[in-house]
């Protein structure tokens, strides 16, 4: 899944919500079932989103949304191997971009 943000410090709930095309209630919900997602809090209390939080929910998104994983089962994988979890997401990632670039490619012949 690419995820189309601008690039900043910060992204409200909001931004990440609509970039995943997902309720700001279930990013919520993954804050709080999953350690690794972290954002700040400004003085109104409103989630600030680091980039590393972004990566972090591609992440726990390919899994429980795209691999079907249960919740449990896509904890278990973070704990488990989380280094090794990471490099495969992150592969596959690099991966859907080129074959995205080359289907842009061929129906530009």
Partial sequence: MHIDLPEKRYYKIGEVARAFSVNTSLIRFWEKEFDII???KNAKGNRLFTAEDIVNLKLIYNLVKERGF???GAKQK???NPDATIY???IISKLEAVKAE???IKNQL
């Fill in 102 to 104: 080359l289907v842009k």
């Fill in 88 to 90: 495969h997401h992150d």
């Fill in 70 to 72: 249960t919740l449990e």
């Fill in 38 to 40: 972290k954002p700040k």
């Fill in 78 to 80: 973070l704990k488990k």
